[in-house]
């Protein structure tokens, strides 16, 4: 087993949908050694010990085996999924109450008023573009981004590391998601 | 144009996994009851994943995989089947008239029935029931009598309104069931319920309001946090 495998958004839900229909143990194999260490990294990223990182991320594996019926390739990338399943599963450590997911049956999920064209448009192809828009960003900006993403970081706390003024983090962080809606505007992601 | 959604740093922060409990709360409902803001978070969420598929792996303990494959089997819980692509949900094509049904976030704290709820009378047309969620914020719903108003005020904070039923106006603004308003101190407001039901809002307080209005001078030492 080797952890340089890599795993292009097709395959990885295919291995899904092969966990989902046939609880294929092999196609387990497969997800876990390509996402347990990079949720892992995540975790460590946001501040949590090595063992709790680890726990949490096998906890989020064993998750993505549970609900690999309900994943929805038309909402959201395998890689997407599985990020908010490990996130929900770390803040569910934190606190009080579990986090819900968004439930599908929720009876007060208000429904689009036009049932999206754009739905049809694979997630994964939607995130493909959101991809491509994030690596063309100048690197000053991508990295405002993952500051703010993966380090709770405030705002101050980013310029302070950054040793840049508060106002300059924050209009980088504004440009950045500008663009990254920009790409996912085509279809009807964000107007704004 | 205001897009009553949450904003922009808050989806990011939620997305990211570290808003909150009280403005956790806010972004979940807000995300059951209003479509556009369920897609903003998506689009957040959407890095996430980008950001987790870059990032560099992490060394797992050896035993990692065979640690986690014997749990596979207790895993008893079944995965509801996604709904079909392009179907509605059950007969719940109508915003919320009474209050109900509420987003899973609001039901796990309160249940499902908002007239059970231990409302308390604040001044006339004007009902509230804190709620009991960590951090330093004062969590409540409120509850505002059709026609009537909250009594003028301002903020030492921020205010979070998110209308779960009916609708309330402020100034030329209108909010209905899913619409979010964030109000400071630059604000010096009276909402007032409109239509014809009680407008029931989730709002989120960091610090107590100022009553601004002539009787509420008065009051102001009554109405603390
Ligand atoms: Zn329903
Ligand atoms: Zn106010």
Redesign the interface.
């Known amino acids: 087993?080797t952890?340089a495998l890599l795993l292009d958004p097709p395959t990885q839900a295919l291995l899904i949908q092969a966990v989902?229909e046939r609880r294929d143990?092999e196609a387990?194999?497969q997800l876990?050694?390509y996402?347990?260490?990079?949720?892992?990294?995540?975790l460590?990223?946001?501040g949590a010990e090595d063992g709790l990182?680890?726990e949490i991320?096998?906890e989020a594996?064993?998750a993505v085996?549970?609900?690999?019926?309900?994943?929805?390739p038309?909402?959201?990338?395998v890689?997407?999924?599985?990020?908010?399943i490990?996130?929900?599963k770390?803040?569910d450590g934190l606190?009080?109450?579990?986090?819900?997911e968004?439930?599908?049956?929720?009876?007060?999920?208000?429904?689009?008023?036009r049932?999206a064209a754009d739905?049809?448009l694979d997630?994964s192809e939607?995130?493909e573009r959101?991809?491509r828009a994030?690596n063309t960003l100048p690197e000053e900006q991508a990295e405002v981004?993952?500051l703010?993403?993966?380090e709770?970081k405030a705002h101050a706390a980013i310029a302070s590391e950054t040793d840049l003024p508060l106002g300059t983090v924050k209009s980088r962080l504004?440009l950045a998601?500008t663009r990254?809606?920009r790409a996912?505007a085509a279809d009807g992601?964000?107007q704004? | 144009m205001t897009s009553h959604c949450a904003p922009d740093e808050m989806l990011l922060a939620y997305a990211a996994g570290w808003l909150d409990e009280p403005l956790s709360l806010v972004v979940e409902s807000q995300a059951a009851l209003n479509p556009e803001s369920r897609k903003r978070l998506a689009a957040y969420e959407a890095i996430g994943g980008v950001l987790l598929d870059e990032l560099p792996p992490a060394p797992l303990c050896r035993e990692a995989i065979d640690r986690t494959l014997p749990r596979l089997d207790q895993a008893a819980e079944q995965a509801v089947p996604h709904r079909p692509a392009g179907t509605a949900p059950c007969g719940c094509g109508s915003r919320p008239r009474d209050g109900l049904p509420l987003p899973a976030s609001l039901r796990r704290l309160v249940g499902s029935d908002l007239a059970a709820l231990p409302w308390k009378w604040r001044m006339p047309g004007l009902s509230e029931v804190v709620l009991q969620v960590g951090g330093g914020q004062r969590v409540s719903l409120v509850r505002i009598a059709p026609g009537r108003r909250a009594p003028r005020h301002s903020h030492r904070g921020h205010e979070i309104a998110l209308v779960l039923a009916g609708a309330f106006q402020d100034g030329t603004e209108t909010y209905g069931a899913g619409d979010l308003q964030i109000s400071d101190g630059t604000v010096d407001h009276e909402p007032r319920a409109i239509g014809d039901r009680p407008c029931i809002c989730l709002t989120v307080l960091d610090a107590a309001v100022r009553l601004t209005g002539p009787f509420g001078r008065l009051l102001n030492p009554f109405i603390r946090g």
Do not use: C, H
């Not at chain 1, 038309?74 to 990338?77: E, F, L, P, R």
């Open positions: 087993m952890d989902a143990r387990f194999g876990f050694r996402f347990a260490p990079r949720v892992k990294s995540y460590l990223r946001l990182a680890e991320a096998q594996m064993v085996w549970r609900k690999a019926a309900s994943f929805d038309a909402q959201a990338s890689s997407t999924w599985v990020f908010t490990a996130r929900n770390r803040i606190r009080r109450l579990r986090r819900p968004l439930d599908p049956e929720d009876p007060a999920l208000q429904p689009e008023a049932p739905r049809l997630a939607r995130e959101l991809r994030l981004i993952r703010a993403f993966f709770d504004r998601l990254l809606r996912l992601m964000d704004a």
